[in-house]
């Protein structure tokens, strides 16, 4: 069975460019969520998304959006681009809601330039 | 706002040694706790998950819940080498939002 899957791999964008990220949960996980993870730092939660609809946000300012298609697959969007938002954005998916085990793609590194 | 937390390390074990590492939660309902191991630069890996009704091995790994104390222990003998990675503690919590709670990690270091 695939695990959760991300692309691209690495994103080099400059300041003040927009950058996608997208995600593809694991066959059947209806929730996803994205964490930015700053080089040698934890997780910070940034969305959760779950049958479509966006279920927390973090602490992260409205620049930082995304969205859950129909496949239960998702994009993550950063507006205008600032020097400090390059970090590992790391997606996971689960099954069961917000509780439940979360399995995690192998993340894209976003470099702003 | 619920809390979990855990100390940043590193911690140094000498190979072959029992690593315990530690992890405190605020939400005293909590009934399940999770571990993720992260090696640098690549994404968290589930080792393991317990409820809270009771303690549970998996091979080298054994997680231990104390309610009391409010804390869960993640204990791995013969630790080896490949051990050394960052280990991510998760707790169910939130007030309307209920979801993984994450400790920021602790550095673990295995030294041959």
């Known amino acids: 069975e695939a695990g959760v899957t991300q692309s691209p791999t690495h994103l080099i964008k400059t300041r003040g460019q927009q950058a996608t990220l997208r995600c593809s949960p694991i066959s059947g996980h209806t929730s996803v969520y994205w964490y930015q993870q700053a080089l040698g730092l934890g997780l910070q939660f940034l969305l959760w998304y779950d049958e479509g609809e966006e279920r927390n946000r973090g602490n992260f300012p409205p620049r930082f959006s995304g969205r859950q298609f129909p496949n239960y697959s998702s994009e993550l969007n950063v507006n205008a681009l600032e020097l400090e938002d390059s970090a590992l954005y790391l997606c996971?998916?689960?099954?069961?809601?917000?509780?439940?085990?979360?399995?995690f793609g192998p993340g894209t590194r976003l470099t702003v330039l | 706002q619920k809390e979990v937390e855990q100390n940043s390390g590193p911690l140094s074990v000498p190979e072959g040694a029992i690593a315990s590492l530690n992890c405190t939660y605020s939400?005293?309902?909590?009934?399940?706790f999770f571990w993720y191991r992260q090696y640098s630069g690549k994404s968290p890996e589930l080792i393991m998950f317990i409820y809270s009704n009771g303690d549970k091995e998996d091979g080298r790994f054994t997680a231990q819940l104390n309610k009391a104390s409010q804390y869960v222990s993640l204990l791995i003998r013969d630790s080896q080498p490949s051990d050394s990675a960052t280990y991510l503690c998760?707790?169910?919590?939130?007030?309307?939002?209920?979801?993984?709670?994450w400790g920021a990690g602790t550095k673990l270091i295995i030294k041959p």
């Open positions: 939400d005293r309902g909590s009934q399940s």
């Open positions: 998760a707790v169910p919590g939130g007030d309307s939002n209920y979801q993984l709670i």
């Open positions: 996971a998916s689960s099954g069961n809601g917000g509780a439940d085990t979360q399995y």
